[in-house]
């Protein structure tokens, strides 16, 4: 059983979708990934997996750069003949599914892990207008499941006729070992810590958290501390690090760049705060927090309100409103009896919705039943 695992670039699917892969190759499967390498092939190899490096710029919208993609992919499964190729992220499911359709592959599965910026109502471009039209020929093939992590991502597939609900399957996130990131206590000594992690692109709601942050500093000054941590990004909408560095102190606000060791700050963390207006999936750091148990202030919007039940693990906030952000955080910040029991309720959240072990049962009874209709 040959399985084909297509994501944009090396570094997501080591964060996203390594457990699915190892465990699949546990299980008997052929797995080959096929990503974008930033240097990460080597440590892909080194966990038994082959490793295909896909030409893709995951943010490019030249349309010949994305039809070199396309072609590529088709002929690389017209070669190979995959028994199923599993697609993740927007970008790869367009051309990856078309690749597929014109190379009669037989199982397809896509992971639709949030829109981002192609179904913006700001994104003007030609792929974003002409994008849910190829969506819905390249979908119109036998023995292909979607799966989505949120609701409203569902809805705008099913509405525009891209795949009817029978193609459909809700999986709420990629899944955290609640083993490895397990409940910790919060710190009892040093300044009140509000962790964000993102990659820093505007709608991420980073300049919103740091507007919050600098209408509590005359009262919390010496008492808190705001980190924002996640690497630079080539999305348009990125941030540039002059930006960062000009809206960051370095004390009460401070830019950490990109980091591997989130649990470890999440463990130091009393607070999550993540104001995204972003087309999100379910954002990965808002479930390691809910493991580790930490209460979380994030937005009322697509993929944010699946990790908070508004009063009991967490605050959902209204889209682009640093005043009530700050007043959310004023008040986890004067309370901790009150952070601690919202942050038990994250832990128990976390393991009712989020384990790894049940993510990758859901995803091998989807290969399963690709694989019987072959």
Known sequence: MKLFIVVNVDWFFLSHRKDIAIQCKKKGYDVIIIAKDTGKKQEIEKMGLKFIDLP??????????????????????????????????LKTILWGTLAAKWAKVNGVVNAISGLGIFFSDENKSLIAK??????????????????????????????????????????????????????????EIGKITILFTARMIIEKGVFILIDAALKLKKEYNDKVKFLLCGGLDDNPKA?????????????????????????????????????SYYKEGLPKSLIEATA?????????SIGCRETVENDLNGYLIPIKNSDILAEKLKKLIDEKKLRIRMGKHSRALAEREFSIKNVINKHLEIYTTLLENK
């Not at 010949?64 to 993740?88: A, M, S």
Request: a neutral charge; hydrophobic letters at 35%; charged letters at 20%.
């Open 130 to 187: 002409v994008l849910p039209k190829i969506l819905k020929y390249s979908h119109h093939q036998q023995n292909l499941l979607a799966i989505f992590q949120n609701d409203e991502d569902k809805s705008l597939f099913i509405n525009h006729h891209i795949i009817d609900d029978t193609q459909s399957r809700l999986i709420k996130g990629s899944g955290i070992d609640l083993n490895l990131f397990y409940y910790t206590p919060e710190p």
């Open 239 to 275: 941030i540039k690090k002059e930006e960062l560095k000009s809206a960051c102190d370095g004390e009460y606000i401070q830019w950490l760049g990109y980091r591997s060791d989130i649990f470890h700050l999440l463990q130091n963390a009393h607070i999550v705060a993540f104001p």
């Open 292 to 300: 580790v148990g930490r209460p979380i202030i994030t937005t009322d």
């Open 56 to 89: 893709m710029n995951r943010s490019g919208q030249n349309i010949f750069q994305e039809l070199n993609t396309c072609y590529f992919l088709y002929r690389l499964y017209k070669k190979n003949k995959p028994d199923i190729v599993h697609h993740v992220g």
